[in-house]
């Protein structure tokens, strides 16, 4: 039998628990700014959501990135749609509107860039759309946010993204080193080992539904981090 190494076992766990700490920030970057986005100033109607709504991953004060809705028309003929945009401000909500008409099958994407005039509520850039068409295709509007860094320099996105590979980089590090060296005997290796998995599941499902904007999906897979490790995380031999 291999012997164990508990200094590499350790360092494994705790290669790990960094990596699934920023996951969890990764979390609250994308489904918070969502969150704070539906429940701001914009005039919501209650209609379906506009899922294809999406704003910046991320952005610093000297970002300028877009907010972008992709609009499709599903019927065999020609329909007139009429889109209108809203963003948060210094001082009051901009509004924007467009007018044109889509082929059969035909899609477009409309794009505004937002900046650091649009920073509201401290750290925050909120956006909202309202997508109507000549026909009987029930009206759509969605609401997404931004969470703004106060930095000087350019690039947000490749923060974010850079945080994420090295969290899926770490989890998986740090899984390996786990494996590799924890005791299968023990109760409590076995125990942390279950936590391990489960809490990259959970994670993992949390930053896709951050990214694709469903933050109530994200924020209660932070209450299921939050839980578990409470409940997993309790001081044992490791």
Do not use: H
Request: aromatic residues 12%; charged residues 15%.
């Amino acid at each position: 039998m291999a012997q164990r190494n508990p200094t590499l076992r350790r360092v494994g766990l705790i290669i790990f628990s960094i990596a699934i700490f920023l996951g969890f920030i990764l979390i609250l970057v994308r489904a918070v700014p969502d969150l704070e986005a539906s429940m701001y100033g914009f005039i919501l109607f209650n209609y379906p959501r506009l899922s294809s709504l999406s704003c910046p991953m991320l952005m610093t004060t000297a970002d300028r990135e877009p907010v972008t809705v992709k609009i499709r028309n599903p019927l065999d003929r020609t329909l007139s749609w009429y889109v209108d945009a809203q963003f948060s401000p210094n001082i009051i909500i901009s509004d924007t509107s467009e007018r044109f008409d889509l082929q059969p099958g035909e899609s477009k994407v409309l794009s505004w860039d937002v900046d650091q005039a649009n920073v509201d509520l401290g750290n925050f850039i909120f956006a909202r759309a309202l997508a109507t068409s000549s026909s009987t295709l029930p009206k759509r509007e969605a609401t997404c946010g931004t969470f703004v860094l106060n930095l000087p320099f350019k690039g947000g996105p490749i923060i974010f993204y850079a945080i994420l590979i090295l969290s899926v980089l770490g989890v998986t590090l740090g899984l390996i080193l786990w494996s590799r060296q924890k005791d299968p005997s023990d109760p409590g290796a076995v125990s942390t080992t279950w936590w391990m998995r489960f809490i990259t599941l959970v994670v993992t499902i949390g930053v896709i539904a951050g990214i694709f904007n469903v933050w109530f999906l994200a924020l209660l897979m932070v209450f299921l981090t939050l839980l578990t490790t409470g409940v997993f995380l309790i001081p044992r031999k490791v």
